[in-house]
């Protein structure tokens, strides 16, 4: 009887150990970097005219991201940031910002991340972008930019 209740335990502990399917998977996929064009009513690319930044507010404190300009050797100039992307999914869900052309305020976005888990890997899913508050989710272009048109 005791080689059978042994057996039991080892046959419990076993069950109870390999429980999680999820043990030894590490799957994690960041926020995707925000890319992006500023195009003006012409529908002219105009993002490498000036510098953009995009400013928000943190515990009351304004705080800036400067957008970087990325010219690939084919294809237009483009802004790109991976910061919004954390900030809009982390503790304090940062989701507002104010699209700045130097100084001067030339529309809002707002960009809203979800952290999600599923099947044993955790990413990140895009589930609003507005410019001016008009949805620009679905307006990409072929560069996988979202595009921004500034109207006056």
């Not at 998977?25 to 195009?39: D, E, W, Y």
């Not at 044993?120 to 507005?130: D, R």
């Amino acid at each position: 009887m005791k080689p059978l209740r042994i057996a039991f335990l080892f046959l419990f502990a076993w069950l109870i150990s390999s429980c999680s399917k999820c043990k030894d998977i590490a799957c994690f996929s960041p926020p995707a970097s925000f890319r992006c064009k500023v195009l003006n009513t012409k529908n002219e690319n105009i993002s490498s005219k000036t510098p953009y930044s995009l400013r928000y507010t943190s515990k009351g404190v304004a705080k800036t991201i400067d957008l970087r300009l990325v010219t690939p050797n084919t294809g237009e100039a483009f802004l790109s940031t991976d910061e919004i992307g954390w900030l809009s999914a982390g503790n304090e869900k940062i989701t507002n910002y104010i699209l700045l052309s130097g100084e001067s305020q030339i529309g809002t976005l707002t960009y809203v991340n979800q952290h999600l888990d599923d099947d044993c890997c955790s990413f990140y899913k895009t589930s609003q972008i507005l410019f001016n508050s008009t949805s620009v989710l679905e307006n990409l272009d072929a560069d996988y930019c979202y595009l921004l048109i500034i109207k006056p």
